[in-house]
């Protein structure tokens, strides 16, 4: 099969001819239909999240049919149409999986970082962890609904926890999570206000088609008064941008793997009961809710697609923001 192979951080991915992988007990088999290309894809080529398995298939928004099972895997059919997404599997006994957290599990193992992803013709997972997809996407289209949806679905409950109330919600960086989310957001009766790189007019009218009601520069002050923030840019310095935007009361949300490191700012800006957080990963439960969700808002995803074998050009054009939507890469 075709692969798509990362030998070192820092270098390019070197395309590969590899064997088909044969499942184990509790895994499938899935011929590859379509695999989202992540920030956090980038975040392991840039080295920035320290010893991935290595050789590497990145990819963790992969969507594909079931073609084999292990001998363990219970309700799935072959030729089933599966979504693989971030977390690749837990231990299920650590104090964090016992109460609910499994996003948060002492030993769990991730897909395209600890485990092969997507970034190949075929790929195997554990069935206990991969979910049926909606009819109503094609395979491009479901792929980012495996990470950025899936991140962005997680942020927003935990905005939404934190402040009840929530009418304005600040974006800052309109990504592929970002203009799912958004859509989210909106259904759910919040005004968006999305914060961008300085500058960029696409990116601004993108969110504004989207029915963000203000679309500036992550450097200009919120025209209102925000409920909540959340920030997808890995940009430690917005951490207190987004604290000075939001009402007190009000949360900041942290919604990447990664981000550069939060600069000092003044006790004030966090003081009168705003919240600064981080998501960590996704529990299977978020899965089955925003699976479920997505097409009764509808949430409709904008897919840039490219072959597998452009993957090292996907990457560029996220780390340099030259894409609208989310790429998606086809074998």
């Given at each position: ?69 292990g001998a363990e895997v219970e ?140 679309a500036g520069g992550s450097d ?50 966090l003081w009168e009961e705003r ?57």
């Open positions: 099969m075709q692969a798509m192979l990362l030998d070192t951080p820092g270098a390019p991915l070197r395309p590969a001819e590899l064997p088909v992988p044969e499942p184990g007990p509790t895994q499938i088999l899935i011929r590859v239909g379509a695999c989202g290309v992540c920030r956090t894809d980038l975040h392991i080529v840039d080295g920035e999240l320290a010893h991935p398995k290595l050789p590497l298939m990145l990819g963790h928004e992969i969507v594909g049919r079931v073609e084999a099972m309700g799935v059919q072959l030729g089933m149409r599966v979504g693989v997404p971030w977390l690749g599997s837990t231990d299920g006994t650590c104090r964090y999986c016992r109460s609910g957290q499994e996003n948060l599990c002492d030993h769990a193992r991730f897909t395209g970082y600890d485990l092969d992803g997507g970034y190949a013709g075929y790929t195997v997972a554990d069935a206990r962890f991969a979910f049926p997809l909606p009819d109503a996407y094609s395979d491009a289209e479901a792929a980012p609904l495996l990470c950025a949806g899936l991140i962005g679905y997680r942020a927003l409950k935990l905005a939404a926890t934190s402040a009840p109330e929530l009418k304005r919600l600040g974006i800052y960086g309109f990504g592929a999570a970002a203009h799912i989310i958004a859509q989210v957001a909106r259904a759910q009766g919040a005004e968006i206000y999305a914060f961008t790189r300085a500058g960029d007019q696409a990116a601004q009218a993108f969110a504004c088609s989207l029915g963000a009601i203000w200009e002050p919120a025209p209102e008064v925000l409920d909540a923030a959340i920030i997808f840019a890995p940009v430690g310095a917005l951490v207190p941008a987004a604290l000075k935007a939001v009402r007190k009361g009000g949360v900041v949300v942290c919604g990447g793997i990664h981000m550069s490191d939060i600069p000092t700012f003044p006790y004030e800006l919240v600064v957080r981080s998501v960590a990963n996704l529990t299977r439960a978020d899965a089955r809710e925003f699976l479920s969700l997505a097409p009764k808002v509808p949430v409709k995803t904008t897919v840039v697609p490219m072959p597998l074998a452009r993957a090292n050009e996907a990457l560029s054009r996220l780390r340099h923001g030259e894409l609208t939507g989310a790429a998606v890469l086809i074998p």
